[in-house]
């Protein structure tokens, strides 16, 4: 994926779980903030921190058109596509197996 | 404890070619395993097809019957618009058994449970002198080649990213490759192997191309012996979002292709309508090769926008018109593009008073592996279809003609692979090259946090690719991108590492990443070697010191083979069955006297 370019707007706050804790029985979350500019996806921020603050955040992507549904996600709770759903502000953003 | 996965034919990928090519196979008796980067169905590019499947005329009127189709076409009509438009470069041969098998390809995706009633329509994309295109969007053919492989009960395995190919007494024995989702090496023994990878479009920041596209097709076969015919060819599309990032890399067909019915205007920064300098009669409605070049010149020279295109506006037409421009078009290339609802980026309203900023992508690959019209190649046992493989297209491809050669070079693929695997006998693959090649893929990350993170390597590889051996290419430009991926060969692939605390074996994209970048470099090695060499501008190979097509000496194949470990190059005359090519020099973009 290219580079996100422009200024951005704001800094937005991006929770994403990163595993379980089988003990604890509680999930992990992991917090990044990430430059925020209109019209950036899902995917573009989920992008930003791989590329940008921690690339031990591995997506599973495809086509980032929204054909190949290979990207899917759950985002603040609803099962979305990241490559097309506009990213909104902050959001939390979990795997889709824990949805199904 | 490593698993063998025995096969009587290995199928690398599994889209429209390598689905196509297990399907046939199993049809011929023998049993395919395919191998897939990704999960059938939801992987590779056949899934991001726009629109169609191409035929010739005649035979979608008298054979399907299908609307709009024109009986005054024929084969030798198709053959000949295909390589006009490949400049002369295509294997003729090869195109005359593409026309001739182009209506079975169509008749197999029928047959497998591709929805008729909605493929009765046929599109008329330029270049095309009679309306070809049967009308056969990814998302609707996708699950008919899915089911097809289930009914025939073909071995699939997902996530598992090919490396390398084995090889014993000459002849490809099989593979080896990494399971992404556990990290766990794998063997696969086999009698013969077809790969089926596609292009290698990814090496591109912009590319309509899905993710997995990183040329590591071309890349193993290259490794194995195997010879790789015009590569200086990488086709681009001119028309992607570069703005907003949501959008970034996604095609417009409906403002810039040349399928598109509407077109708006490209403007530079002085508002100059460019493409005047460069096709006054047709101006944005020329071919795509032209219309990247002339785009790709003013961002280069610095006249286009602000993120890294041009403008595309339609403030000529009235704003009246412009709110309905959509209402008349087929809403899956309108404003619900692929899976986007576009006017969640781009406002209606929006699009009446400002310009759309855009480039050209890396959209399909001309070049790839050499192969006969029986789909060998030079090394025994081994076999390509589809977009992997070189001579079709010529210099540059007519829309529509990516999903006929998928499907139609797959079942070739599948069917004399299936003829090869049942009279060969099984030969062992070598202990020495399966240790080697598994030491070299697990290095990255057995080197964890001692080496250099491929992350921003891919992003300066792909910086280079574009700038310097992308659509507009000097000999300057060629030459520096060569020294530099020597420098990234030598300096920076050794090092290749995931970083610190990232050693995880579960889908590490880093350690993806750190394996794909050595087959990216190659690559983009081929396509910058081919293109200094190749002093002329044909179709997707455009170098700025040399404009013209230079039909008497260099209507040629570059041909790419490895000899004692270096990349050589040489040329040979292309196959040439009908129709010649003009004797003259001629301007870019011309075909005739």
Redesign the interface.
């Known amino acids: 994926m290219s580079e996100t370019k422009g200024t951005s707007e704001r800094v937005i706050r991006v929770r994403v779980m990163r595993g379980y804790d089988a003990n604890a029985k509680e999930r992990i979350y992991k917090e990044y903030e990430v430059p925020f500019t209109r019209g950036m996806s899902v995917l573009n921020v989920l992008d930003y921190i791989y590329t940008h603050l921690d690339h031990s955040l591995s997506i599973y992507y495809s086509c980032r058109i929204g054909r190949c549904n290979a990207c899917d996600t759950v985002v603040n709770g609803k099962t979305a596509e990241s490559c097309t759903a506009p990213c909104e502000g902050d959001m939390t953003i979990e795997p889709i197996a824990l949805k199904r | 404890l490593v698993e063998v996965i025995e096969t009587e034919l290995l199928v690398i990928g599994s889209e429209g070619a390598g689905a196509s090519a297990a399907i046939e196979a199993a049809r011929h008796g023998v049993e395919p395993t395919i191998v897939t980067k990704?999960?059938i169905g939801?992987?590779?590019a056949t899934?991001?097809i726009d629109g169609d499947l191409d035929v010739d005329s005649r035979s979608l009127h008298d054979q399907f019957h299908l609307k709009g189709a024109d009986p005054r076409d024929s084969k030798a009509k198709f053959f000949e618009d295909m390589v006009r438009g490949g400049k002369f470069l295509n294997n003729q041969r090869i195109v005359e058994t593409h026309v001739e098998d182009a209506p079975k390809a169509l008749q197999a995706l029928i047959d497998w449970g591709a929805p008729y009633p909605e493929l009765n329509r046929v599109m008329h994309a330029s270049g095309h002198t009679y309306a070809r295109g049967a009308w056969c969007p990814?998302?609707k053919i996708t699950p008919a080649y899915v089911n097809e492989v289930r009914k025939q009960n073909v071995k699939v395995v997902e996530d598992t990213m090919v490396t390398d190919l084995l090889t014993n007494e000459g002849r490809v024995v099989g593979a080896v490759g990494l399971d992404l989702l556990t990290g766990a090496f794998r063997i696969f023994r086999s009698k013969a192997v077809v790969i089926a990878t596609g292009g290698g479009m990814r090496i591109y920041?912009?590319t309509?191309a899905?993710?997995?596209l990183s040329g590591d097709g071309f890349a193993m076969a290259y490794r194995a012996g195997a010879e790789l015919i015009n590569m200086e060819f990488p086709m681009f599309l001119p028309g992607v979002f570069v703005?907003?990032?949501?959008?970034?890399?996604?095609d417009i067909p409906f403002i810039l292709s040349t399928a598109g019915e509407f077109q708006g205007w490209m403007l530079n920064r002085n508002g100059e309508r460019f493409m005047s300098r460069w096709a006054p009669k047709t101006m944005e409605w020329t071919t795509r090769d032209i219309c990247s070049v002339a785009m790709m010149t003013e961002i280069l020279e610095g006249r286009g926008s602000?993120?890294?295109g041009i403008y595309v506006s339609f403030s000529h037409l009235p704003k009246n018109l412009v709110d309905h421009l959509f209402d008349w078009m087929d809403p899956e290339i309108a404003w619900k593009?692929?899976?986007?609802?576009v006017e969640?980026?781009v406002s209606k309203e929006g699009l009446r008073e400002n310009a759309l900023e855009a480039a050209p992508a890396c959209h399909y690959w001309n070049g790839g592996i050499r192969i006969t019209v029986n789909s060998e190649t030079n090394v025994p046992g081994l076999f390509a279809g589809g977009e992997v493989q070189g001579g079709t297209m010529g210099a540059n491809r007519l829309s529509g003609n990516a999903a006929t050669e998928c499907i139609v070079w797959g079942l070739r693929a599948g069917r004399f692979a299936a003829e090869y695997s049942s009279k060969a006998k099984k030969l062992d693959y070598r202990e020495s090259q399966v240790k080697e090649l598994q030491a070299k893929l697990r290095k990255p990350l057995e080197d964890e946090g001692k080496g250099i993170?491929p992350?921003p390597i891919r992003?300066e590889l792909?910086k280079l690719a574009w700038e310097k051996v992308g659509v507009l290419r000097t000999t300057e430009g060629l030459q520096q991108a060569i020294s530099e991926i020597e420098r990234i060969k030598k300096e920076t692939v050794p090092k290749l590492s995931?970083?610190a605390?990232?050693s995880?074996t579960t889908?590490?994209?880093?350690w993806?990443h750190a394996i794909e970048l050595p087959n990216m470099l190659l690559v983009l090695e081929m396509v910058a070697r081919g293109a200094l060499m190749r002093e002329e501008s044909r179709g997707a190979c455009y170098r700025r010191e040399y404009p013209e097509t230079d039909y008497p000496n260099w209507t040629k194949e570059t041909v790419i083979a490895k000899v004692r470990d270096q990349m050589t190059f040489r040329t040979e005359p292309v196959t040439i069955t009908k129709l010649p090519p003009p004797t003259k020099k001629l301007p870019y973009g011309a075909t005739s006297e």
């Open positions: 990704g999960r939801h992987c590779g899934v991001t990814g998302p920041p912009y309509t899905p993710e997995e703005w907003p990032p949501g959008l970034t890399s996604v602000p993120h890294g593009y692929g899976g986007f609802d969640k980026y993170s992350v992003l792909q995931v970083s605390g990232n995880s889908y590490n994209k880093e993806i």
